[in-house]
């Protein structure tokens, strides 16, 4: 997949590809995991890079749960 500039991504399974789709200049990305384990440990990471200035600050909002559940109101920018 080709991140374009400026547009926002919705991945399923947050993780690697929300970081690369940042480092790639996408304006925003929502990120759910349903894994608590990942989950941690992909806030962790994400938290340290912003900390670090690696990442822009709240790029990346990361949601735990079931994709389903989320309303797609809330999140139709994503589309």
């Known amino acids: 997949m080709q991140i374009k500039p400026?547009?926002?991504?919705?991945?399923v399974g947050a993780g690697i590809?929300?970081?690369a789709s940042i480092?790639?200049?996408?304006?925003?990305?929502?990120g759910v995991e349903?894994?608590?384990?990942t989950y941690i440990?992909?806030?962790?990471?994400i938290k340290d890079m912003e900390e670090?200035?690696?990442l822009p600050k709240n790029s990346i909002e990361l949601?735990?749960?079931d994709t389903l559940i989320f309303s797609t109101e809330e999140y139709k920018e994503f589309k």
Do not use: C
């Open 34 to 37: 349903l894994n608590p384990i």
């Open 17 to 19: 590809l929300s970081i």
């Open 6 to 11: 400026k547009i926002n991504i919705l991945e």
């Open 23 to 30: 480092l790639a200049e996408a304006k925003k990305v929502a």
């Open 41 to 45: 440990l992909t806030d962790i990471i």
């Open 52 to 54: 670090n200035k690696i």
């Open 63 to 65: 949601l735990w749960g």
